[in-house]
């Protein structure tokens, strides 16, 4: 027994709580039996919220919610300060202070292998990375961590970006502070959306903290629908998708074909597509069973026709962060054309180093850039852009290819890998043996295919089955709940497969 409750508070690397194992549900069931007791007690409700978070996110990065803590203790006081300060100069540095002691944080376990790499290398030096925090916890806990390897905590990019929009949205006069600090920290570290996003606004969050809980039968339904589909996405689709044909192909290219490779290409973008979206979705509707409303963050971006019309459509809270919090304070459109340039790339590639230290990302990032640039030259010089249906479908199809090529840099392990696959899909293609590949990927290609189809259906037939379930009695209900649980258990692989933003 002992052993037991033991392996319920510990912190187990090798199984994270994740959405996409029983402990999570588990978890999430003791968590909404007792918040429906609390709901009418909105303060009772939120410290017992927000103390789940924290246990939450100790189940899914260990120690490192300390990090957690800490921030939500920075940005609470320098939050206040900003706030009750009428001297614009304390407001200046207190914001700035904000920004400076996040982007530290996150630069020292995102950035320091890059830092001292490069230090290293202009230097003729021969430094290593010391992990501080495993350091002072050795001496503190009398543990024995490594305190030369850095692993890059949990979701600290999203709660990261969390708490500098808080700091920033304080000073620009668009947000008041949080009552109190257990509050903000409930805000920073809400459990459905802390590893993986969506990044929330605290305009957008912090009033529902003070409201009382409300959910529509519409609701309830539109939730458990959202919870199946993000697990349906997640298991059935990209798991399986990745486990047995991506994965292999990109840690390999050269021993496959060329059609093998374009395959691998295609089958990435519904990968992680139907894994991040996968998540959002889960995201989304766990949290509003407890009466939370999150943001969209996806809308059929494979839908988009032109790159710009791809980042309103991906990753929404992302894009719009950037967008908000860089592009515009650099200027955005309002200092000639060649800035307005200038800083799409600047934000793009930096947008790109966000997801890590790599020069893919960086390439990853450049190349949406000079497409965002070169899609309003376009339109703003050129006057260009398809019409009616074959146009559009035409800029549809380009626009997909754009960002599908982006995706081998985001993906593949080095650029070298990049280069044999491109390689191979310019070169290799063996179309005497078209007819195997296929019959031999039959599965793999049935799943990819139904997971476009469902990503491309129009709007209206989405809604239409959507708002079908909803209104479905429960005595109909419940045996579609039971088949795609049964759906998701069957496709479930051995190993648990971690959510990919997990690694951002």
Partial sequence: MLEFLESIFRYNEKIPM???????????LVVLSVF????KRLQIRNVWLFMVSLFFYYKCGGFYFFLLVFSTFVDYFIGMGIYNSNLPG????LVGLSVFINLFVLAYFKYAYLFVDVVNTVMGADLKVVNYLALGVNEIADTSFDIYTIILPVGISFYTFQTISYSIDIYRYKVKPVRNILDFGFYVSFFPQLVAGPIVRAAEFVPQIYRKFK???????????LIMNGLVKKIVVSDYVSVN??????????LYSGFENLMAVYGYAIQIYCDFSGYTDIAIGVALLMGFRLPENFRSPYKANSITDFWRRWHISLSSWLRDYLYI???GNRRGTVRTYTNLLITMVLGGLWHGANIRFIIWGAIHGIALAIDKMFKSFFKFKLKGFWGHLISVFITFHIVNFAWIFFRAQSTDIVGQMLTQIGTDWHFSQMGEYIIGYKWIFLVMLIGFVFHWLPQRIKNFYIRWYIAVPWFLKIPIIVLVVFIVYQAQVSDIQPFIYFQF
Wanted: net charge positive.
């Fill in 90 to 93: 304390r407001r200046k540095f």
């Fill in 18 to 28: 994740i959405f996409t194992h029983w402990s999570f549900w588990v978890f999430f």
């Fill in 329 to 331: 304070p650099l200027g």
């Fill in 215 to 225: 959910l529509s039968a519409y609701e309830f339904g539109f939730a458990t629908f």
């Fill in 245 to 254: 044909f991506v994965d292999r192909v990109f840690d390999n290219p050269l």
């Fill in 36 to 39: 429906s007791a609390l709901q």
